[in-house]
């Protein structure tokens, strides 16, 4: 009788879809309870060890199988204090909506010789096995247990990671379950705080159902509503300039200020003035040098989130649930990864050849495997997990939906952008004195475009050329101006730079940043709109993005005639980049916890970048479970703690921001 293997993928799709590569005859069986899930049977010679010829069965999970719960005594919000559960027993059990898919594990482990785990390879994958892996236990404590090591479901990809398996880490394991632990207790402690103490100032305004709190959510809120009151708090300042301009040739060449600009007007005026009074300018310095646009990275996970809400109108969550299913159709490698650079094993011509065929950027494929690679860009992140993110098969248009298109698009044009030469330039520099003073002027021509004929997401345009001008040479200006401007406020946080500062603090990790901002969307903590393309007047109440630098009045010599300028621009059109505005909610609850002035602040992501690190070092080796859920929940229960005895100052921020009443002091 044959040896039978058991195999389990983290989602239905993979289990087809491998199952369909290594089996050439497959018989597929439905699982009672289970719609989606199937188990799929075959024959398969295993190149590794004892295993060789097998019966294989592969069937699938959906994701986690196991929850985590507190005690029966502990679910009624009223049966005990809420930091309570900072030490309440947790049980963990398999969630009612996966009883059918964990009967159907252990009742196929019962009879196989080995368990080999099909999960996607990053930590929360690892810990899904772990959970497969505990029921198959249970059915039958014998069986080995080994994990597939695969990054896209290409056919002679699954079939080398078919035939190399290895050991389920473990640490990556108890990693999660640290996460899944802290979140739950911290979560549950803060978010039953905060509802029972402050929901009832405000059941009359809006109906929630809980005022929640999360250790991701809170410094993620945050970043948006410090952003809100830099914009809402800036002070403009009113700043004055030089500027030369000197007709040649027929061109207009601006010289600009090396210093750029001053706030006092006295001193401008005074360096104008000797501008003026020297009458002539001099050529100090020319310079012509070959210059460089760098092609893009490989893609990584976080730069897929900012460019799908940048370029393709996708937020994260979408561009994720997008890249996802691309992947489980086996069109793009996995897309959840840190790694910004290729093994030098791999063949990324075998990758770009089957771009070929493509009408759109099939000729500049072919021009890649004809003479114009070139070896893509190291960047400083590799996971050991898995590659950037890439295509793995050619798919046609007509075989995706338009989202789809999109992001594959997308994918696609990185990668060969990645493939390709440096876009290829010259710059030309014109330095002179006037007076006391030095002003320069930049041109540029771009030589040889590169991967910028494949990826139209960069911009690098050749501006007007300089004129000739001699070293040494003098010459009156046509035209000398001192002009006014004001400083400007940034803009509201958009989703890029959120997912960058989420990035740079270790608040979440690649694979769960989007589902944190959708939850404070969800929470009713902020809402988006459209980012304007073109600035608005600074002081409009709506929030529009700042005022344009520069323009105004001006004096000088020659046509520079004065007047007001581009300062008070009005709103364009929107640019498809969404922004983020706290509502009075989220606002309220960030400015609380900032007005308790404790450090490090809940509100701040300083505590939850800690808890990263720590579970980085779990997974390293260097920490156990047990001591970081220990220290973790100590730092944490003490903040609680000092929260509690001052729950008047976050009262007093709902009034004032909530309840709208005014001289509200903390």
Request: net charge positive; hydrophobic share 35%; glycine share 8%.
């Amino acid at each position: 009788m044959p040896t039978t293997i058991l195999c389990v993928a983290e989602k239905p799709s993979i289990a087809k879809a491998v199952a369909n590569h290594l089996g050439q005859r497959v018989t597929t069986h439905n699982v009672q309870g289970a719609t989606y899930n199937k188990n799929y049977e075959f024959d398969y010679n295993f190149n590794y060890g004892p295993w060789g010829q097998c019966k294989v069965i592969f069937t699938s999970v959906a994701g986690h199988i196991m929850g985590s719960d507190f005690d029966i005594r502990y679910k009624n919000w009223g049966s005990c204090q809420p930091q309570e559960l900072f030490d309440a027993r947790i049980n963990t059990f398999v969630a009612e909506d996966k009883r059918a898919i964990a009967e159907n594990i252990k009742r196929q482990a019962r009879y196989a010789k080995a368990l080999y785990i099909w999960t996607d390879c990053d930590r929360e994958g690892e810990h899904i096995g772990g959970e497969i892996r505990d029921l198959a236990v249970e059915s039958n404590a014998r069986i080995q247990v080994m994990r597939a090591k695969f990054s896209n479901i290409e056919r002679a990809h699954v079939v080398q990671a078919a035939n190399r398996p290895i050991a389920l880490d473990e640490r990556q394991v108890n990693a999660v379950s640290a996460r899944i632990e802290l979140d739950l207790r911290i979560g549950s402690s803060f978010t039953r705080m905060q509802t029972l103490s402050l929901k009832s100032m405000i059941d009359h305004l809006q109906e929630i159902k809980a005022i929640s709190y999360g250790t991701c959510q809170f410094p993620t809120l945050g970043f948006i509503v410090d952003r809100y009151f830099r914009v809402r708090n800036f002070v403009p300042e009113t700043f004055w300039k030089l500027q030369v301009i000197h007709k040649r040739d027929g061109i207009n060449v601006n010289f600009n200020w090396k210093r750029v600009h001053l706030f006092d007007r006295m001193i401008v005026t005074i360096l104008f003035e000797r501008c003026i009074a020297a009458k002539v300018a001099k050529v100090t310095k020319l310079q012509t040098k070959p210059t460089s646009k760098w092609k893009p990275l490989p893609l990584t996970t976080v730069e897929l989130q900012k460019c799908g809400s940048r370029f393709l109108r996708l937020d994260s969550q979408r561009v994720m649930k997008v890249a996802e299913d691309l992947y489980t159709k086996g069109y793009i490698s996995y897309p959840r990864t840190e790694t910004d650079q290729f093994d030098a094993g791999i063949d990324l011509h075998v990758i770009i050849q089957k771009q070929t065929e493509d009408d759109r950027w099939g000729p500049f494929a072919q021009g890649l495997i004809d003479s114009a690679f070139s070896r893509p860009r190291n960047g400083r992140n590799n996971d050991q997990a898995h590659p950037p993110i890439h295509p793995v098969n050619y798919v046609a248009p007509h075989g995706l939906n338009d989202e789809e298109k999109r992001v594959y698009e997308f994918v696609v044009r990185r990668f060969l952008a990645c493939c390709s030469e440096d876009a290829k330039g010259e710059s030309s520099t014109v330095e002179l004195t006037y007076g006391p003073e030095t002003f320069t002027a930049s041109g540029l021509i771009v030589l040889q475009r590169n991967y910028l004929d494949v990826y139209p997401y960069d911009k690098w345009e050749s501006s007007r050329q300089l004129p000739r001008f001699t070293l040494g040479e003098t010459f009156t200006p046509n035209e000398a101006k001192m002009t006014d401007g004001k400083t400007s406020p940034p803009g509201y946080l958009t989703e890029p730079e959120l997912i960058a500062l989420m990035d740079v603090n270790g608040i979440g990790t690649d694979a769960t940043m989007a589902e944190h901002i959708a939850k404070i969307k969800e929470r009713a903590y902020v809402t988006t709109r459209p980012r304007s393309g073109q600035a608005a007047e600074y002081g409009d109440d709506d929030g529009a993005t700042p005022a344009a630098r520069g323009g105004g009045r001006g004096r000088g010599r020659g046509r520079g005639r004065g007047g007001r300028g581009a300062g008070a621009a009005g709103r364009g059109q929107t640019t498809g980049v969404q922004e983020f505005i706290p509502t009075t909610l989220g606002t309220a609850l960030i400015k609380g916890y900032d007005d308790l002035g404790f450090e490090p602040s809940l509100s701040k992501p300083f505590l939850r970048k800690e808890m990263e690190v720590h579970m980085r070092a779990i997974c390293a080796g260097t920490k156990t479970k047990h001591d970081v859920v220990h220290e973790t929940l100590e730092k944490y229960q003490e903040m609680y703690m000092r929260t509690v005895a001052r729950l008047d100052v976050l009262k007093l921020s709902f009034r004032k921001y909530v309840l709208g009443e005014q001289d509200v002091q903390p």
